[in-house]
């Protein structure tokens, strides 16, 4: 904790006993500590046993082809359509309730979405422009006002409360001894830095390369720095040792550590959060040094993504996780190593399928939920992906 200011090494100190004096067989509010370098065992675990399981399909017509999904609440969906416009759904899926279609090079146009983000509460899209500004409109697409004009810098931002973001520039850019995040208001842009947390000292992946000529070079490459769920924001810059929530009130909570600092051991592989619930959490560890061939790279081969771990709060277990569908009969079709918890809100998970295995599924007999098969039975190949939306059970069961 020697990153952070004088006096935020003791308020974090504080923080993690205070949230930790809560039965450990809750699963909630306890500071996890995790070996980095431990390999944990697979285990296959049925996403029914982890939440409440609803599918989702996209109401698809020439207008509504969805290209990538962005995000899934309980109050809208939404996504990304052709020609950058953004698809603004209904909770169900059913039917649009909003549409913002401005790419182009005018003043009150985007011409890139570096990313988005969708204020179900204000009626209100945030589409940050890669390296330029974010610019706001309302559900109809009319343009509202432009924040951070003419700013240079890729920023990676989390909704907190109801009027600001927690946001911080690429890991490239930071410098040591800086302060690389602010709160940034939804309203007028204005940036107040977060003055407790300091990051004094700069931690890479490190790539070597090998070239065809026998020549060496080097590449750092990042682990993220701020995790985004649609309404929690996390700080996770290794550099921090500690992966901190932000809360609404701009308290922050200690939520898991590395049991060994990458700033004492260099070769200790870095923790990458990748989201969290009242009874799960998921992380990778990235090896710290990578030798990688530029003959691979050119022809599309990278490394080895590392496993996506889960630990569960209520048996205090790390385990990499093999998902089993109970509503498909034939389990290896259906596994998966990841959910996604970046777009959706604290609490929930979402997965995707696509159309065209699900139907293949139907036909071989493999569907044995009725209100699903009555679902595929809808779709054609060209249809939109059903979106499968996890509710994650408390740590009491339900």
């Known amino acids: 904790m020697k990153t952070l200011v004088t006096g935020f090494c003791l308020f974090g100190i504080v923080l993690s006993l205070c949230f930790g004096c809560t039965n450990s067989s809750s699963?909630?509010?306890?500071?996890?500590v995790v070996d980095t370098k431990a390999n944990f065992p697979e285990k296959e675990i049925?996403?029914?046993?982890?939440?409440?399981?609803?599918y989702?399909?996209?109401y698809i017509s020439d207008s509504t082809l969805v290209l990538r999904i962005f995000s899934v609440t309980p109050d809208g969906i939404a996504a990304e359509g052709e020609k950058k416009c953004i698809l603004?759904?209904?909770?169900?899926?059913?039917?649009?309730?909003?549409?913002?279609?401005?790419?182009?090079?005018?003043?009150?146009e985007y011409s890139g979405i570096c990313d988005y983000f969708v204020d179900w509460k204000r009626k209100e899209v945030f589409v940050f422009q890669d390296f330029r500004s974010v610019k706001v409109y309302d559900f109809q697409g009319r343009f509202l006002r432009e924040l951070l004009a003419n700013n240079r810098s890729r920023l990676a931002f989390a909704s907190v409360g109801?009027?600001?973001?927690?946001?911080?520039?690429?890991?490239?850019?930071?410098?040591t001894g800086s302060r690389p995040y602010f709160r940034f208001s939804k309203e007028t842009g204005k940036v107040d830095t977060l003055d407790a947390v300091t990051v004094n000292e700069q931690i890479f992946i490190n790539r070597k390369i090998l070239w065809d000529d026998g020549r060496e070079t080097q590449a750092k490459g990042g682990v993220n720095c701020l995790f985004s769920m649609m309404d929690a924001g996390f700080l996770t810059n290794p550099s921090l040792d500690t992966v901190f929530q932000v809360l609404p009130d701009w308290s922050m909570k200690a939520v898991v550590m590395p049991a060994v600092s990458p700033r004492k051991d260099k070769n200790v592989p870095l923790l990458d959060f990748l989201g969290a619930s009242d009874?799960?959490?998921?992380?990778?560890?990235?090896?710290?040094?990578?030798?990688?061939?530029?003959?691979?790279?050119?022809?599309?081969?990278?490394?080895?993504?590392?496993?996506?771990?889960?630990?569960?709060?209520?048996?205090?277990?790390?385990?990499?996780?093999?998902?089993?569908n109970r509503d498909f009969s034939s389990e290896s079709c259906y596994l998966s190593q990841y959910i996604s918890l970046f777009a959706v809100p604290y609490g929930y998970g979402m997965m995707t399928l696509g159309a065209p295995e699900l139907i293949e599924a139907r036909?071989?007999?493999?569907?044995?939920?009725?209100e699903l098969n009555q679902l595929i039975s809808s779709l054609d190949e060209e249809s939109n992906p059903v979106i499968v939306l996890l509710k994650f059970k408390s740590a009491s069961g339900r």
């Open 56 to 58: 989702i399909p996209l």
């Open 363 to 370: 036909e071989a007999g493999e569907v044995v939920n009725d």
């Open 279 to 324: 009874s799960y959490l998921w992380a990778q560890f990235h090896v710290r040094h990578v030798t990688v061939r530029m003959s691979d790279m050119m022809a599309g081969r990278r490394e080895d993504s590392p496993s996506v771990n889960m630990y569960d709060f209520r048996t205090g277990e790390w385990c990499v996780p093999k998902y089993v």
């Open 27 to 32: 699963g909630k509010g306890d500071l996890i």
């Open 46 to 54: 049925c996403i029914q046993d982890l939440a409440d399981v609803s």
């Open 88 to 108: 603004l759904f209904t909770p169900d899926g059913k039917a649009l309730q909003g549409m913002v279609s401005r790419n182009g090079e005018g003043p009150e």
């Open 162 to 175: 109801v009027s600001d973001f927690v946001c911080t520039y690429s890991n490239n850019e930071m410098q």
